[in-house]
């Protein structure tokens, strides 16, 4: 089976210093994979590089086997939706906030009302479609940012922590909503987070990231039971803190 996408000889850099080196990468259709590591990892580039958002020094990225490395085109980003740890709601009430992407598109009005619609209830925030961004909840923004990224239906989400500045209660009840529609829409998705609680619920595959480079990558579980000898020192460190 063809890989949705794969990443060959890819390096990111910031003037000298490599961000990222990724020899060979492959995310499966449908697979939710986290990504794990500690600051400075480069986890946040690696979202960006795969998402279009930052351009590689080298090296390629392929999408169903097409090279798309210098394919800035919109209908090429537009297969791709990233939601942030903050999110960078606009100056206008939920329901602007959620259609801009489809207006974006030139989508009929009528079409862009069903689709927020739909979304707003699937993240269960119908009820505040007349309200302005600037009153929400930590959690009631997240799930517009949520919602505004899955409105656009992409082929891959990429999550940058999203649930990291939420409170415990509110955390495991978006985790659980998440999980629900990536489930159902089977939404390739591509998960940071640094909370092992987070990747065990949410992340089939498991992949740790070290000073930009994949140390190790598998089933969730088998990742964190068994870390190789290059991962081994940061997973079980990170396994005593949270015990």
Known sequence: MTPLITVKNLEVKAGKKNLLSLPHFEIQDGEILGIMGPNGAGKSTFIKALSLLEKPAQGAIFFKDQDITDDLSLKMRRKFAVAMQQPLLLDTTVFQNVSIGLKLRNLPRQEVKQKVAYWLEKFQIGHLAKKHAAHLSGGEAQRVNL?????????????????????????????????????????????????????????????????????????????????????????????????
């Open 147 to 243: 919602a505004r990224a899955m409105v656009l239906e992409p082929e891959v989400l990429f999550l940058d922590e999203p649930f990291s500045a939420l409170d415990f209660p509110t955390k495991v009840q978006l985790l659980k909503d998440i999980k629900s529609i990536i489930g159902q829409t089977k939404t390739t998705t591509v998960f940071v987070s640094h909370d092992l609680m987070e990747l065990r619920y949410l992340a089939g595959t498991l992949a740790i990231l070290m000073d930009g480079e994949l140390k190790q990558t598998g089933p969730t579980e088998e990742v964190l039971s068994f870390p190789n000898p290059s991962a081994s020192a940061f997973v079980n460190e990170w396994k005593s803190i949270l015990l």
